[in-house]
């Protein structure tokens, strides 16, 4: 395509009718590029500007939620989207929760292709069968917001309107009228017993990641709003897992508050040089990290206000998932992507996706 767009050329000033008639020619790899730009304004020129006092409707500061429950077979103990109250009370108790099949067989299958495909937008050279391409892997596994490359591909769209989804945040938050944000997905890399093209099997100890244990909460101006971002109150992060992740195969992980002061925690480590707050290898914190092993399929819901990240990789499989957040439509996190011309041309929002989107007033309904 002869005009490229670059994170340099694109202004969000731009306006939708004079890109409208080129947006529609464009690639989906430049409209995830334009979308980034608009999420990074969004999160820089709006957020930061909040000055609401801090106050937590989801998680008491008192609560114990530490030992997360497994079930038989390993997995962090999890529920039905028709399980509202059993959803809600476990949030209450633990800071977290995991609902099963929020998609179908079908849903998970595009899910998983459409991820291959995003990584070869980002470099063509990735085969999906062929590890000795790996190398050069684009950064999936970074908790922030700030590097958060936005993946518009025609099924992740369709996930973050998924009703099951939605169904679970409006659990979680006892409230129907949602915003969702745009986000990204992650791929993790194995490190272990990596099977080649020439059916040798190699540890490949360089793609291990480093646990990136953080806390979404934006230190300019955590003495005002004490919440992520000058969001006035918490929001609910989560991760749709398209593959079984387990507790080797890298994957989410937080910080229990019964074993530490969070918010004491939270105070004498934020610092006004980064734009969240980032836990060091050699902090005592990393002692108390627990794992969260996800089946395919299933939704982790979590609040900002734990200490979170992914941890590295020690297995020969290869964990895929989704990003997604939900907050009250009132409360904090704007809807991003309202512009229909930045989405994949065979993608239209549902009715649901276009109030999640803020595109239609909840009011209206």
């Known amino acids: 395509m002869g005009n490229q767009i670059t994170r340099r050329s694109f202004s969000v000033a731009d306006t939708a009718p004079s890109l409208n008639e080129?947006?529609?020619?464009?690639?989906?790899?430049?409209?995830?590029?334009?979308a980034t730009c608009i999420l990074q304004n969004e999160y820089i020129e709006t957020r930061v500007s909040e000055e609401d006092d801090f106050e937590s409707d989801y998680l008491d500061s008192d609560v114990d939620y530490?030992?997360?429950?497994?079930?038989?077979d390993g997995f962090t103990k999890s529920f039905?989207?028709?399980?509202?109250?059993?959803?809600?009370?476990?949030?209450?108790?633990?800071?977290?929760?995991?609902i099963n099949d929020v998609?179908?067989?079908?849903?998970?299958?595009?899910?998983?292709?459409?991820?291959?495909?995003?990584?070869?937008?980002?470099?063509?050279?990735?085969?999906?069968?062929n590890p000795s391409t790996w190398d050069d892997w684009p950064?999936?596994?970074?908790?922030?917001?700030?590097?958060?490359?936005?993946?518009?591909?025609?099924?992740?769209?369709?996930?973050?309107?998924?009703?099951?989804?939605?169904?679970?945040?409006?659990?979680?938050l006892k409230s129907t009228r949602l915003n969702v944000d745009v986000s990204k997905i992650g791929v993790i890399r194995p490190t272990r017993n990596v099977k080649f093209t020439d059916n040798s099997y190699r540890n490949i100890p360089k793609w291990k990641i480093q646990c990136n244990l953080q806390w979404?909460?934006?230190?300019?101006?955590?003495?005002?709003?004490?919440?992520?971002?000058?969001?006035?109150?918490?929001f609910l992060n989560g991760i749709i897992a398209f593959?079984?992740?387990?507790?080797?195969?890298?994957?989410?992980?937080?910080?229990?508050?019964?074993?530490?002061?969070?918010?004491?925690?939270?105070?004498?480590?934020?610092?006004?040089?980064?734009?969240?707050?980032?836990?060091?290898?050699?902090?005592p914190l990393i002692n108390y990290i627990q794992k969260v092993s996800l089946r395919s399929k299933s939704l982790l819901i979590w609040s900002s206000m734990i200490p979170s990240g992914l941890f590295p990789n020690d297995s020969s499989n290869m964990p895929m998932f989704q990003y997604i957040s939900m907050d009250k439509c009132d409360e904090g996190l704007s809807?991003?992507?309202?512009?229909?011309?930045?989405l994949p041309n065979d993608f239209s929002r549902s009715k649901l996706g276009k109030r999640l989107h803020g595109i239609d007033s909840w009011k209206l309904y």
């Open 139 to 172: 950064d999936l596994h970074s908790f922030s917001v700030f590097q958060n490359n936005v993946c518009l591909s025609p099924q992740i769209c369709k996930n973050r309107e998924n009703l099951k989804v939605y169904q679970s945040f409006w659990a979680a």
């Open 80 to 98: 039905t989207v028709f399980q509202p109250h059993e959803i809600r009370e476990f949030f209450e108790n633990y800071g977290l929760v995991v």
């Open 243 to 283: 593959t079984d992740i387990n507790d080797d195969d890298g994957g989410f992980c937080f910080v229990s508050g019964k074993k530490v002061d969070l918010m004491k925690c939270l105070e004498q480590r934020r610092s006004r040089n980064s734009p969240c707050i980032k836990i060091q290898p050699d902090d």
């Open 22 to 34: 080129f947006l529609q020619n464009i690639s989906l790899k430049d409209r995830e590029i334009i």
């Open 103 to 129: 998609l179908d067989d079908e849903d998970l299958e595009d899910s998983i292709k459409e991820c291959w495909d995003y990584l070869k937008r980002q470099n063509d050279k990735i085969e999906s069968n």
């Open 216 to 234: 979404n909460l934006h230190p300019k101006t955590f003495e005002k709003s004490k919440s992520w971002l000058g969001a006035p109150k918490e």
């Open 66 to 72: 530490s030992d997360i429950p497994r079930d038989e």
């Open 335 to 342: 809807p991003l992507i309202k512009y229909s011309w930045l």
